[in-house]
Structures are given as C-alpha cells and as structure tokens.
C-alpha cells in the first residue's frame, strides 16, 4: 500500500488529454455502498436519470458531481467483474487510443461506445492489469467541479504496478504524463509523481505483493477530519488497512476497503 499521497493543488477548469475526468464505483450493492460512503466521504447522493438505461448515482459535494456508483450486472460478474473503484481518463479521440492501448500491450475490456448525451468510452487495461476508461464527453465544455482539495473531491490517483517503470513507460507515452518529482522509498523503490501539462495529480510505485496482490489504481478522497472518517469507515463495517499515517503537506491518509471489497483511500488533516 501506499507510503506517500499529497493534495492536487488547484488547476484548470479546462481539462485535456490525460486528465483523470471521472471516477467511479462499480459494486454488488449500489444502496450500501452509497450508505457507505456519504458516511464516510460526506458526498451527497442522487440519481443520475439513468443514462443508457442503467441505474446510476451520482456522488455531490457542494451541490457539485464529482464520482458515480452503479451496480454489477450478473453479466458483469459472470465476466470477472469484482467491486473497484475505476478512473476515467480524458482523450480526444476514444478510439484511437484503444488503439493505442492494444499496440502498446494493453487489452480492450468494453469495446469504445457512447453513453447518449454523455460521451463515449473505452474499458481497457494496461499491459500490467491495471484497469481504467477512455473518455470524451459530448459537451464543449465540461461541467463544473468543486475546488480540487475541497472535502468530497478527489485528491490523488496513485498506481501500484507490478514494475513502475514499465508502467510508467507505458503511461507517460500514450497521455504525456510527465515527472514532478520522484521520492526514494528504499526496498519499494521509486515512488514517481507526475502531472499532466501542468500541476501534479497523481503517483505510481512497484507494488508490494504482500499488500496489492494485483496491479491497480488506489483514489484518494478528501476529507476535512480524517481521524473522524477513519471512526465512519468503522461505523459501516468498512476495513481500515493502514493509517491515519502522516504525509508531506501536513496531511493523513488511511487506506481501506469498503464493505463490498472495493479499495479505496482518504486524505485529510487532523483537527485534534
């Protein structure tokens, strides 16, 4: 798990190719994990009018979207499919960069389709397993999302690989990611920061295979007292793996699972 997570500072409204766009939930019960984590996090919850025909709840803060949540189908699980938080990417073009995806030894999970009214999309992984989307919305401009580091928005994306470098190789190539900073971590090695044509918004390491059995993207959500939602995380019968643990910025983070076995982790100060 993780050892290092730091704040996004403030950017841009405007996003672009390798911008992490959206953030989602996929789970086996939709009302739980919608208890869970407007306990938790403190989003708040409604539907979205179910675009494409499927239930789907959109997660607020400040009367601002910010993530989503849906439900497995039986399909989805008969397939593999197992409760995860996913990140969508921003991309000009979904389709060519599925492409791209594959060429670079990558596989395609869900074929690029649209969404009506909403945009179009890709399901796909790295050539480690590590899964994500493509995006492109069909709107000129995106919507409004509350100030990166409010309480509710999403504070870091952080992959844990099963070799960093090639998965940064990967990455870096295909979006243009490039490096902020790296930070030694000793026997774990590197512990890479990169940004996107601008601030700093995310990491990835060499997985530990004690802890991450498998390759995948942890998400960090804000939160304004983080001892408080580490109590929350146990109130909904939620695990805590690690933390509250100290990072640079005087910010806490704790790592967890939902009662449905979706990872996921928070980042916060302490208020006491």
């Known amino acids: 798990m993780s050892t290092v997570a730091q704040q996004q500072p403030n950017t841009s409204a405007k996003t672009s190719t390798g911008d992490f766009v959206w953030h989602e939930l ?35 803060t400040g009367g601002l ?17 197992k409760p995860a938080w996913v990140g969508f990417i921003g991309v000009d ?10 060429q670079a030894g990558g596989k395609l999970h869900c074929p690029p389709q649209d969404i009506p009214t909403i945009g179009r999309f890709a399901s796909v992984e790295d050539p480690q397993g590590a899964a994500f989307l ?6 000129d401009a995106p919507p409004p999302r509350p100030a990166v580091g409010t309480p509710g928005t999403i504070g870091w994306n952080e992959l844990s690989a099963n070799d960093e470098a090639s998965a940064w190789s990967f990455y870096s190539r ?8 790296t930070m030694d971590m000793g026997p774990q090695g590197i512990y890479r920061i990169f940004k996107n044509k601008g601030d700093r918004f995310g990491a990835m390491m060499t997985r530990d295979p004690k802890n991450s059995p498998v390759p995948f993207w942890l998400f960090y959500f804000a939160v304004e007292d983080i001892d408080a939602a580490t109590n929350h995380i146990k109130e909904k019968n939620g695990q805590v793996l690690m933390g509250p643990h ?27």
Request: glycine share 14%; proline share 6%.
């Open 26 to 60: 996929r789970t086996t019960d939709a009302k739980g994990a919608e208890d869970f984590y407007t306990h938790v996090v403190g989003w708040q919850a409604k539907g979205s009018g179910d675009p494409g025909g499927m239930p789907y709840t959109l997660l607020s």
């Open 65 to 81: 979207d910010t993530a989503g949540l849906m439900q497995l189908t039986p399909q989805m699980l008969e397939g593999g499919m």
């Open 93 to 102: 073009d979904v389709d060519s960069y599925a492409k791209r995806v594959e």
């Open 134 to 139: 493509l995006f492109k919305g069909s709107l």
């Open 174 to 181: 295909l979006f243009g990611w490039t490096v902020d900073s």
């Open 246 to 272: 100290p990072v640079p910025g005087d910010q806490w983070i704790v790592v967890g699972v939902d009662p449905q076995g979706a990872n996921f982790a928070l980042v916060g100060s302490k208020k006491s």
